[in-house]
């Protein structure tokens, strides 16, 4: 059969995303993914500077998704598909353009792990993400902010003269457009996917991609790269490197994924003239492997181990009796903790290629490394020669600027905001301005009349926009409480901190829509130091919230059923005004007053903040754990245990999160029970 490229719809039980976190998020989640500065010192140079290139501060100007629960129910997803006689692939352009399946006809083989549910949880740079499949990760080190968001799509003519689907977006972390060009050649084994970076800025941009593939693990799955040493890295924030496949003298083969104890990184030293490639094979030596131009230098295994958090960690992601997973993974530097820079209107582009692989057995699972990696080194030069890969590359170039032709799927309206700003020329990456939508509205007016509007009647404010042309505009513009309260958070993004202050202080005396500003002073005086002033100012934080928010919706309903999901229900628009967005508003600033109270001992103040939570709310699980808390300052363990011991689940518990453990053990000396156990590292 010719290629085809199709729409079509999966059906998958999934937990619905739920609403915007819509307090701006002015740190990180507690990312687990950073070096201890003294462990930095030991690396090559080259590493340690770029470790240390450009951090990212927050996620901003992006949103925290957090409003997701754990109770699924039957949902459809826009998908498209393409499809040879000898492969299917089936991407989610609504969840980041993610490869949801590839289907290896003639054998029947699902060559990617594939989730048989869509289950939202907190490991993405901005809370959800969800396993399986092949993703797009851009931006900065961790899972894209795009996990579970719209990329545009369309059809594009293909090198070989059919048709290939593009994926585009603007990512926002680090205002970069972005391309994935998918394509089967007609008779193909082997998905081939065209990526590309752009920087069409006047500044050098830091850059960050990996592609990461989720493949089924068993007892005798191996994972192969051309490597002989790998930098482990353990969730103890140290990276060092060490010899592949066996790591310590007398230590089990970390090439095997279920042989490891506990979760860990290993980032595969690949020599620089050696073919870049890395593969997952099982006891019969079949399996899939990965293949790309030498730009994509980088080759990684992430395996969860066989401990309980790790084996936690994967029934948390799926449903029972679905098989674990590993990751393979391929990047732009060696590790995943590197940004690296891309020189103004420059851009980095290189292909991939995905497809089955069958080895020797005997070889693929010989003691004997060498001999195992150079089985499927010959075996991938035999069924997709190097040279072939090269020059699928240079024959895509061409058509990396093809303009698309029929539209599948609508992302964001963030890039066309940018290129309605600055007219960037982007060939191949249109960004319309029929996609601005509401939440772009006030920022086009900023741009247009050097004003951003003020609602007319109070409501949670909208997203921010934080690089230096908008915050040049903010500060420019009227000095109105709504301005100064979007430009403190574009100081803040940019390090200048004290002067973020002095903006929001500037709001807070004029403002009649208090508790934002609020809010934002708190989380200075954390960072500051200051825990007093942060309960003082998370206080009237909450106050204000409380009273305005109190004839808006957020306690009328009651105390009917619900899920841990929040509310459905419309958003208000661009500034939130809708119900949704009221009580989204009202659970996240609750969820950070409570332990700002907790931790300077004002429990009893702590304890009214529970106390006026909507009832829908406080069933939620991260708010039953909360209230284990309150219980324990108040003194009251035997009912702290009680909450433990009725079960909860906290939908958005964070990726290396030890916080449930650490209350348990203060409660009791009795072993944690299992189904709270997600340490991803060994104690002490």
């Known amino acids: 059969m010719a290629t085809t490229v199709r729409r079509a719809v999966l059906t998958l039980p999934a937990a619905p995303l739920g609403p915007e976190n819509p307090l701006p998020a002015l740190r990180t989640l507690d990312e687990a993914h950073t070096v201890d500065e003294r462990a930095r010192r030991k690396l090559p140079s080259d590493m340690a500077r770029q470790i240390g290139y450009e951090p990212l501060r927050t996620p901003l100007p992006v949103r925290i998704l957090d409003g997701y629960g754990r109770e699924r129910r039957e949902t459809d997803f826009d998908a498209i598909v393409i499809e040879n006689d000898r492969l ?36 993405a740079l ?49 205002d970069l457009p972005f391309q994935v060009d ?27 991609w990996w592609s990461n593939i989720a493949v089924e693990e068993d007892e005798g799955t191996r994972v192969l790269a051309p490597a002989e040493s790998a930098w482990h890295f353990g969730y103890e924030r140290r990276l060092r490197e060490v010899p592949v496949p066996v790591a310590e003298p007398g230590g089990t083969d970390h090439t095997y994924p279920t042989r490891a104890e506990f979760p860990a990184d290993y980032f595969y030293e690949v020599p620089g ?89 005997e070889a693929v699972h010989a003691d004997d490394w060498d001999r195992a990696r150079t089985e499927v080194t010959e075996r991938l030069e035999a069924v997709l020669p190097r040279a072939d890969v090269d020059a699928a590359y240079r024959a895509w170039l061409p058509y990396a600027d093809a303009e698309p032709g029929e539209r599948l799927a609508a992302g964001s309206g963030w890039g066309a905001l940018e290129v309605l700003r600055a007219g960037y020329k982007l060939p191949g990456t249109p960004f319309e301005e029929s996609t601005l939508g509401e939440e772009q509205e006030p920022w ?50 940019a390090g200048d901190l004290a002067q973020a202050v002095r903006s929001w202080e500037r709001g807070l005396r004029r403002a009649t829509s208090r508790w934002p500003l609020l809010r934002c002073l708190a989380v200075a005086d954390q960072q500051g130091g200051h825990p007093g002033l942060a309960a003082d100012h998370y206080a009237a934080a909450f106050d204000s919230l409380y009273e305005e928010s109190g004839s808006r919706g957020p306690r009328e309903k009651g105390t009917g059923g619900t899920d841990d999901s929040a509310d459905d229900g419309a958003d208000g628009g661009a500034e939130g005004g809708g119900r949704a967005a009221w009580t989204a508003a009202t659970a996240a600033l609750g969820r950070e007053a409570i332990p700002a109270l907790l931790a300077v001992d004002r429990t009893a103040e702590a304890r009214g903040v529970w106390d006026r939570l909507p009832p829908e709310v406080r069933r939620r699980g991260a708010f039953r754990f ?26 958005d518990l964070r990726e290396g999160a030890e916080t449930l453990g650490e209350v348990w053990a203060a409660l009791t000396d009795d072993p944690l029970p299992d189904a709270y156990e997600f340490r991803m590292r060994p104690k002490g």
């Open 182 to 208: 998918l394509w089967l050649p007609d008779g193909s084994d082997f998905l081939y996917v065209g990526a590309r970076i752009r920087n069409p800025h006047e500044r050098t941009a830091p850059v960050y």
């Open 126 to 174: 901005n809370g959800a993400w969800f396993s399986g499949g092949i993703e797009w990760n851009i931006g900065a080190t961790g899972h894209t902010t795009l996990s579970c968001a719209p990329v545009h799509a369309a059809l594009v003519p293909a090198p070989d003269g059919g048709e290939m689907l593009r994926l585009w977006e603007w990512e926002r972390l680090r």
């Open 626 to 651: 909360a209230e284990a808390q309150l219980l324990l300052a108040e003194g009251e363990k035997a009912a702290a245990r009680a909450v433990f011991d009725a079960g909860f689940e906290v939908p």
């Open 273 to 361: 003239g050696a073919r870049k490639w890395i593969a997952s094979l099982d006891a019969r030596g079949t399996g899939l492997v990965h293949t790309s131009t030498d730009t994509l230098r980088g080759r990684k295994l992430f395996l969860w181990g066989t401990g309980r958090g790790g084996r936690n960690w994967q029934r948390w992601l799926t449903e029972p009796g679905t098989p674990g997973y590993a990751e393979i993974q391929a990047g732009l530097a060696r590790t995943q903790l590197e940004h690296i820079p891309l020189e103004a209107e420059g851009e980095l582009s290189w292909l991939e290629a995905y497809g089955p692989l069958t080895a020797d057995p």
């Open 444 to 493: 086009v007016e900023l741009l247009t009349t050097g004003m951003l509007p003020v609602p007319d009647t109070a409501v949670p404010p909208g997203p921010t926009l934080v690089a230096p042309h908008w915050r040049d505009m903010l500060e420019t513009a009227l000095d109105e409480p709504l301005t100064e309260y979007h430009l403190g958070v574009a100081q803040w993004h």
């Open 88 to 123: 299917r692939a089936t991407v989610l352009p609504g969840l980041g353009g993610r490869v949801h399946s590839l289907h290896h006809k003639p054998t029947g083989r699902e060559l990617v792990y594939r989730n048989p549910v869509s289950q939202p949880a907190c490991f």
